[in-house]
């Protein structure tokens, strides 16, 4: 397992920008799949997207697709998520998490997880 550290969330007013950042630590990033995972008030866990291990594919939850981007700079050992036209829908705790890389698993499955981030808050205020 390694550790994951996320950071960027705050406050932002509906239609704005936040970028959030994951750091591993205690291994090498481009060993793990990673993904990006967010819990809304009351709700349950669900996922946001995914980006293989060497950048070089993603996928998105339909409810953040064309507005949320995820990459990741695996010399830098870190993983971002551009989120866009931020909606009040959008508050949540968000999550990274890792899997080891070729995992044959559903991306969503967050029993696949191995390692995950403390959680960072994004507030949307209408």
């Known amino acids: 397992q390694v550790q994951l550290v996320e950071s960027g969330g705050g406050l932002v007013q509906a239609g704005g920008s936040l970028r959030l950042s994951c750091v591993v630590s205690?291994?090498?990033?481009?060993?793990?799949?990673m993904a990006w995972f967010r819990q809304a008030p009351g709700k349950e866990r669900e996922f946001a997207g995914f980006?293989?291990?060497?950048?070089?594919?993603?996928s998105y939850a339909d409810s953040v697709k064309g507005r949320f981007t995820i990459s990741r700079d695996n010399i830098g050992n870190t993983m971002y998520l551009q989120m866009n036209s931020l909606k009040p829908e959008d508050t949540a705790v968000y999550y990274c998490?890792?899997?080891?890389?070729?995992?044959?698993?559903?991306?969503?499955?967050?029993?696949?997880?191995?390692?995950w981030g403390q959680g960072t808050q994004v507030t949307v205020a209408s």
């Open positions: 998490a890792a899997r080891t890389r070729w995992l044959h698993a559903d991306i969503k499955d967050q029993n696949a997880y191995e390692s």
């Open positions: 205690g291994g090498t990033a481009s060993t793990y799949d």
């Open positions: 980006i293989f291990w060497s950048g070089g594919g993603t």
